[in-house]
C-alpha cells in the first residue's frame, strides 16, 4: 500500500508563509490532491484541491508538479489561528478508489 | 445550514458490548464516507457509499465492523463484539458526489472501550 508522507511538524511565526509538503509516489491517474485543517475535537476541514500545477483560493495556494509525486500546500501570512493539524488527501494506486490520508503535519504558529 | 451530524459524540462501554455510531450526511449530498482515527495509524478510511450502496470496504477492520445506509439521510457503523483496540474516534464524511470530491466531515464520535 502506498504511503503519503508528511513532516510530523513544523514551527513558525505569525506573519509568515508556510509551506508544508505532502509526497505522494504512487498517486492514481485520475486522482485529485486535497488538503484539510484540523482543530482538536473537530473534524478536518477542507481548505483546497487540485490536480496538476497551481490552484488558489482565499485562504492558500497548492502547488503540484508535472509528475504529481508530491504536492505543497502553501498558506499566506499565517496567524495564532491557523496552529492545527494539516493533512493531505490522494487516492492510492494499490486499491481502486481508496482514499488515503497523509501523516499529518502539526503547525504551531508564535506570535 | 447544517453540517455532517454525529452521535453520540462520546461512547464508554465495556467490551463485548454492541456499539452502534450514527452519522446524518448533508442533504443533497450522493457520497458517505466512515473514517477512524488513532495515534498509531492516523485517519484510516473504512468504507464510503455512493448513494447509498457500499463501494469500497476493504478498509473495514474485520467482521466484528458493519456498515449501512438505509437511505440518504442516514448511516451507521456497528462493532460487535467491541474490543479495546477498537478505542478510536470515528468520523463521518458527505461529499457531493465521488471519491474526488471535497468531503465535509462531522466533529465524530469519540469511542472508549474498556
Known amino acids: 500500500l502506498a504511503k503519503t508522507t508528511q513532516p510530523i511538524s513544523m514551527d513558525s511565526y505569525e506573519g509568515q508563509e508556510v509551506n508544508i509538503t505532502c509526497s505522494h509516489n504512487n498517486i492514481a491517474t485520475n486522482d485529485y490532491i486535497t488538503w484539510y485543517q484540523q482543530f482538536p475535537s473537530q473534524g478536518p476541514r477542507f481548505i483546497i484541491q487540485g490536480y496538476k500545477t497551481k490552484v488558489t483560493n482565499e485562504v492558500a495556494s497548492l502547488f503540484i508538479p508535472a509528475d504529481r509525486k508530491s504536492s505543497t500546500l502553501s498558506l499566506p501570512r499565517v496567524s495564532l489561528s491557523d496552529t492545527a493539524v494539516y493533512y493531505c488527501l490522494v487516492g492510492d494506486t494499490g486499491a481502486t478508489n481508496k482514499l488515503i490520508f497523509g501523516t499529518g503535519t502539526l503547525l504551531a504558529v508564535q506570535p | 445550514d447544517a453540517g455532517v451530524i454525529q452521535s453520540p459524540r462520546h461512547e464508554v462501554t465495556e467490551m463485548g458490548q454492541e456499539v452502534t455510531l450514527r452519522c446524518k450526511p448533508i442533504?443533497?449530498?450522493?457520497?458517505l464516507f466512515w473514517y477512524r482515527q488513532t495515534m498509531m495509524r492516523g485517519l484510516e478510511l473504512l468504507i464510503y457509499?455512493?448513494?447509498?450502496?457500499?463501494?469500497?470496504d476493504s478498509g473495514m477492520p474485520e467482521d466484528r465492523f458493519s456498515a449501512k445506509m438505509p437511505n440518504a439521510s442516514f448511516s451507521t457503523l456497528k462493532i460487535q463484539p467491541s474490543e479495546p483496540r477498537d478505542s478510536a474516534v470515528y468520523f463521518c464524511?458527505?461529499?457531493?458526489?465521488?471519491?474526488?470530491?471535497?468531503?465535509?466531515f462531522g466533529d465524530g464520535t469519540r469511542l472508549s472501550i474498556l
Open positions: 457509499f455512493n448513494n447509498n450502496v457500499p463501494i469500497d
Open positions: 442533504s443533497g449530498h450522493n457520497s
Open positions: 464524511a458527505s461529499s457531493p458526489m465521488g471519491s474526488n470530491q471535497p468531503q465535509h
